[in-house]
């Protein structure tokens, strides 16, 4: 599976009649959540794209290889975004609907969606030096030693994960100030060390923090629904009271504002190891 996005700015019909709670709440309620398409926040929510174009920077690179490997694919949308694929393509993910759902979209163009289990440190069912190409748009939990093991010398991992703290203004408002350990949690310069220790060389770690607006609260319950992991057992009839305060706040003062973190990493695995080899300038993101 793979995180958020939201339509990337206000749709013509942001303005609507106003609706009552539960109005909101059922439509959200009775709207599917498998899949990563989120075309049905068009006017409900929007959040802010990261400067560097994930989807086209991925699309260039898969034009390039013979083989490749998209971790997390969700239900296949951003994999299926890439104008080219190579002739040996193949998608992992572990939740049943969208391993589903993938396998409808992606089969026809040949690429072939392969279930995995959940958590981390699953090994990858995947031969050795097998990809020249891994990428992932928000992979859950990335097992880079893995990830090293099936690229091929000279093989690049290519990837956007989401960053530390991320809507966790959302986040908070229902569960309250979270620990620093997990608000720092998926720290750029954390992953890019431990891919590092994978064996692999960052050549390229950039991050951005980015504004997201929830302009009803049909718009939030559909988003906690959709992306299980950040109230975990998020249900309406638990958290009622909170969402009622939320809505009555947005139809007071306008849309809900919390900010999403993003960061792209970019990492090769070397082609022939070398003991005269010397170690990789670390690359800040706080500092391009």
């Known amino acids: 599976m793979s995180p958020t996005d939201l339509p990337d700015r206000p749709s013509r019909h942001t303005s609507r009649p106003s609706r009552t709670f539960d109005e909101l709440v059922a439509e959200a309620v009775a709207e599917p959540t498998e899949g990563w398409d989120f075309t049905w926040f068009e006017g409900r929510a929007t959040e802010e ?3 560097w174009g994930y989807a086209r920077l991925m699309g260039e690179r898969l034009a390039r290889v013979d ?36 396998t409808r979209l992606l089969a026809p163009r040949g690429v072939v969606v392969v279930a995995t289990p959940g958590g981390a440190g699953a090994p990858l069912p995947f031969a ?10 928000h992979p859950v939990e990335p097992h880079f030693t893995e990830i090293a093991r099936v690229l091929r010398p000279g093989g690049t991992y290519f990837a956007q ?43 390229d770690l950039r991050a951005q923090r980015l504004r997201m607006e929830f302009h009803d609260i049909g718009a939030v319950v559909h988003f906690l629904r959709k992306v299980v992991w ?18 009555d706040r947005i139809e ?6 919390a900010h999403s973190t993003r960061h792209l990493i970019e990492a090769r695995k070397p082609s022939r190891p070398s003991r005269f080899s010397m170690p990789s300038t670390p690359v800040d993101p706080y500092n391009l």
């Open 49 to 51: 794209r990261p400067s």
């Open 67 to 102: 083989a490749a490997l998209d971790l997390d694919t969700g239900g296949g949308e951003v994999l299926n975004l890439a104008p080219r694929l190579p002739p040996l393509t193949a998608a992992t993910e572990s939740w049943p609907p969208n391993v589903a759902k993938a």
């Open 128 to 137: 050795d030096d097998a990809f020249d190409l891994v990428t992932s748009r």
């Open 161 to 203: 994960h989401v960053g530390p703290s991320s809507v966790f203004e959302l986040v908070e408002y229902f569960l309250g100030p979270q620990p620093e350990e997990v608000r720092s949690g998926r720290d750029p310069r954390v992953e890019a060390a431990r891919v590092r220790e994978a064996g692999l060389d960052v050549v």
């Open 230 to 247: 950040m109230v975990p057992g998020f249900t309406v009839d638990a958290y009622r009271p909170r969402l009622l305060a939320l809505h």
């Open 252 to 257: 007071r003062e306008g849309p809900f504002v």
